[in-house]
């Protein structure tokens, strides 16, 4: 299937990302592909190393002609988002990504591609394998666990790159260069419950709520896309008087926008009418509201055979269920300087309930750090109110935009050349690990930009072919007008 991949062109460029895409690289499991990456480097007989949480970087020195430039470092991140269809057979930890071409776009079957930032990557190592291509000298930085807490970022210590232009490749839009991105934090609410037992007679029902297209709960969260868990939140308020809950799972990521949710749900016998009814109208009200941006919205309520022996006492899932209710989802402000940029949002990303323990993983993100603060403290309330503790971890700041500097002025005199256009400079509601890096390199000017993504972070994640060769030619000009040192 991937044969089909490596055929197109730049063949350099796709045939990297299928080496590539052959690998398991879950976030948090990326031995393997560290493994890949410095086996690669040492092939190629350049300086590899491996630094202490596990990022890779692999060195070249400049090509003739090019010793008196910048040192510029490439940047991009090792490990990508796994989410498939529940109907696709797949084992992440086991299995490379199966490709194929649809049109002008490569798609996965049936799961995420990989394309981010697995594009960025295979440029940097079609670039470090060539012989032909011109270029300054090169440190190419690839980072780790970027989607589930951007640890490689954070533990990467200062003095190891020497590097002075940063190009980040992880920018989704090929006419887009990013100069700013959200820093975010991860909020997680938890609250114990009672379990109580149910009755041989009574009776077992199982919503789901599935079809929805999730996508980036950055770059994605301004669509105003279904989250399944506050649709199935709703679902369960519209029955609250009428059942139990026994257990839900909604969601799997922080930062994918939830596409499925699953509750088994226990009711007395004789309130079956009213449960079955109360919950059709408020699915047909949801899939009616939604038609147009979710056309694929199923919600279905299915009789079990026998219902769960223990449920939710009343108490408690009043509780958690006002509480997901009123927790902040999606667009939280957007920001007055920049035109169309989401400054502050959240995504209520993750919901388990099991063996008397409610669990909410929430993800904030923000361009200014007062308003990131200002939601994770409104986020912490609301949970706080309805007796859950609330706990905050995996912080990261944002990276502040600087329009004067020099390497943007390059890209963008570069790209209205070979366009015939102008770039849309812009931040992003995305969390980019350029501000991160910036803490223990300060001086580094950074950029970012990358080939045309959509649908990242969910099964519909595919790469423009076209772009690639766009993005592919924008890249080779890039180097050859590195600033002199």
């Not at 696709?88 to 079957?109: K, P, S």
């Not at 509750?263 to 309130?271: E, F, H, S």
């Not at 919600?299 to 269920?321: N, T």
Request: proline share 4%; charged share 25%.
């Amino acid at each position: 299937m991937n044969e089909s991949i490596r055929s197109l062109e730049p063949k350099e460029l796709w045939n990297k990302f299928a080496d590539l895409n052959a690998v398991p690289r879950p976030s948090k499991k990326e031995e393997r592909v560290i493994a890949f990456m410095m086996d690669f480097g040492n092939k190629l007989k350049l300086e590899t190393i491996k630094d202490s949480v596990g990022n890779v970087i692999i060195k070249k020195p400049a090509t003739k002609g090019f010793e008196d430039r910048q040192t510029i470092v490439m940047q991009s991140h090792l490990d990508m988002v796994h989410q498939k269809n529940n109907d696709t057979d797949f084992n992440f930890d086991l299995q490379g990504i199966e490709m194929y071409v649809d049109g002008d776009w490569v798609r996965a079957n049936g799961t995420t591609l990989g394309a981010d930032n697995g594009l960025g990557v295979a440029t940097i190592m079609a670039i470090l394998e060539s012989d032909k291509i011109e270029h300054p000298a090169i440190e190419a930085l690839f980072t780790i666990d970027e989607e589930t807490g951007m640890t490689g970022a954070m533990g990467l210590k200062g003095g190891l790159l020497e590097g002075t232009i940063l190009l980040n490749l992880d920018t989704e839009e090929d006419d887009e260069i990013g100069v700013g991105c959200a820093g975010g934090i991860d909020i997680t609410a938890t609250r114990e419950y009672k379990e109580i037992a149910v009755d041989d007679e009574d009776l077992g029902y199982q919503i789901t709520v599935k079809g929805l297209q999730g996508g980036h709960s950055g770059m994605d969260i301004i669509k105003g896309l279904g989250n399944a868990n506050k649709m199935m939140n709703r679902l369960l308020y519209a029955v609250r008087g009428e059942m139990h809950i026994a257990s839900l799972k909604g969601g799997s990521l922080r930062n994918a926008i939830p596409r499925e949710s699953v509750a088994i749900v226990v009711l007395p016998q004789g309130r079956e009418s009213a449960f079955t009814s109360e919950l059709k109208k408020c699915a047909d009200e949801i899939i009616n509201e939604y038609h147009h941006l979710e056309p694929d919205l199923e919600i279905l309520v299915e009789k079990r055979d026998r219902p769960e022996p223990k449920v939710m006492d009343k108490d408690s899932q009043l509780a958690f269920i006002r509480a997901i209710y009123s927790a902040v989802n999606g667009v939280y402000r957007m920001s007055p300087s920049i035109e169309d940029l989401v400054e502050t949002s959240n995504n209520i990303a993750k919901i388990t309930v099991a063996d008397g323990a409610i669990r909410v993983a929430c993800l904030t993100r923000s361009s200014v750090e007062s308003s990131k603060e200002d939601l994770a403290n409104t986020l912490q309330s609301q949970f706080e109110l309805a007796g859950f503790k609330v706990s905050f971890s995996g912080e990261y700041p944002g990276w502040e935009p600087k329009m004067d500097s020099a390497i943007l002025e390059v890209l963008s005199g570069l790209y209205e050349k070979m366009n015939g256009e102008k770039a849309h400079v812009a931040a992003c509601h995305a969390g980019l690990e350029c501000g991160i890096l910036g803490q223990n390199y300060p001086k580094m000017d950074m950029i970012s930009f990358g080939p045309t993504i959509k649908g990242a972070h969910s099964p519909d994640e595919r790469a423009s072919i076209s772009s690639a060769q766009k993005y592919w030619a924008f890249v080779l000009e890039i180097l050859k007008n590195i600033p002199k040192a």
